[in-house]
C-alpha cells in the first residue's frame, strides 16, 4: 500500500495538467499576481517568467504544481470546459446527447437572409463552434432545430426562428471534427466553406458568404494565439 501511494505521488509530480492555461487565467481574473501564482506553485517569486509561459498557452504545469489552484478553482474549470450538445434520433420523442471538453474559441453562425422582404428577414441555420483542448483543436459543426436537411423549409424557418429560449437548445450537432491541429482546423474549415461556395442547392447558395469569411475569421483567432498557419504571408 505505501509502495503504491509513493508511486501515485511521483506520477503526480510529472503528470502534466492539461488545462494550465484556463487554470493560471482562472487564477488571475481572481485577483493571483504572476509572481504569488509562482510562490503558490513551488516556485521562486522571481520565476514570473515560467508563470507566463503556462498563462500563454506556451508550456504545462504539473498537477502537483498547480494543485493549490485546481483545490481553489476547479469547480469553476470543470463548468467552463464541459459542453453539453445533442442531437436526433429516429424517435422524435428521444435525444442523443454528447458531452466534450474544451475552451470555446469561437462561434460562427450563417444566417438565411430573405431579400424579398423588408427589412430583410434574417435566421441563422448553421453554425461552427470551435473549441481548444491543450494542443489540439475540435470543431463542431451544428444546424438550427427544425430546419430540414436539404434547406427546403426555410421559409416556415423564418417565421417561427426560436424553438426553445435556451438558445443552445435551438441547435443539434451534426458533424464532429476532434483532435485537429492547428493547420489540420484551417484545412477542414477551408474544405466546408469550399463545398458551400460550390454547392447548387438554394440555401447554401444564401449562406456562402457568411461562410466565406470563416476562412479569415480562422486564420486571424489562430494566429492571435501565436500559431503558424502555411498560406500566411509575411510583408
Same mark, same amino acid.
Given at each position: 500500500m505505501v509502495s503504491k501511494t509513493m508511486t501515485e505521488q511521483k506520477?503526480?509530480?510529472?503528470k502534466t495538467y492539461r488545462y494550465t492555461k484556463q487554470l493560471i487565467k482562472l487564477a488571475i481574473e481572481n485577483g493571483y499576481t504572476n509572481q504569488e501564482i509562482a510562490v503558490k506553485s513551488g516556485l521562486s517569486s522571481k520565476s514570473i517568467a515560467v508563470v507566463s509561459r503556462w498563462r500563454n498557452g506556451k508550456a504545462l504545469?504539473?498537477?502537483r504544481q498547480v494543485q493549490f489552484f485546481i483545490n481553489e478553482f476547479g469547480h469553476l474549470l470543470k463548468r467552463k470546459m464541459e459542453h453539453l450538445f445533442?442531437?436526433?434520433?429516429?424517435?422524435p420523442y428521444e435525444f442523443i446527447y454528447y458531452k466534450i471538453e474544451g475552451e470555446i474559441l469561437l462561434t460562427h453562425t450563417l444566417n438565411y437572409r430573405n431579400s424579398r422582404s423588408k427589412p430583410?428577414?434574417?435566421?441563422?441555420?448553421?453554425?461552427? %463552434?470551435i473549441l481548444n483542448l491543450?494542443? %489540439?483543436?475540435?470543431?463542431?459543426?451544428? =444546424? =438550427? %432545430?427544425?430546419?430540414?436537411?436539404?434547406?427546403?423549409?426555410?421559409? =416556415?424557418l423564418l417565421k417561427n426562428k426560436k424553438i426553445s429560449n435556451n438558445e443552445q437548445a435551438n441547435w443539434y450537432l451534426v458533424k464532429t471534427h476532434k483532435n485537429l491541429s492547428p493547420q489540420e482546423l484551417v484545412d477542414t474549415i477551408d474544405y466546408i466553406v469550399n463545398t458551400f461556395c460550390h454547392s447548387e442547392n =438554394?440555401?447554401?447558395?444564401?449562406?456562402?458568404?457568411d461562410a466565406l469569411y470563416l476562412k479569415y475569421i480562422i486564420r486571424q483567432l489562430l494566429l492571435k494565439n501565436g500559431y503558424t498557419i502555411n498560406d500566411i504571408v509575411d510583408l
Open positions: 506520477e503526480n509530480t510529472k504545469a504539473t498537477e445533442y442531437n436526433q434520433t429516429e424517435n430583410i428577414e434574417k435566421v441563422g441555420v448553421c453554425k461552427f %463552434v491543450g494542443s %489540439v483543436f475540435h470543431l463542431l459543426e451544428q =444546424k =438550427k %432545430v427544425g430546419l430540414d436537411d436539404d434547406g427546403s423549409n426555410i421559409d =416556415k =438554394k440555401l447554401a447558395r444564401n449562406i456562402r458568404n
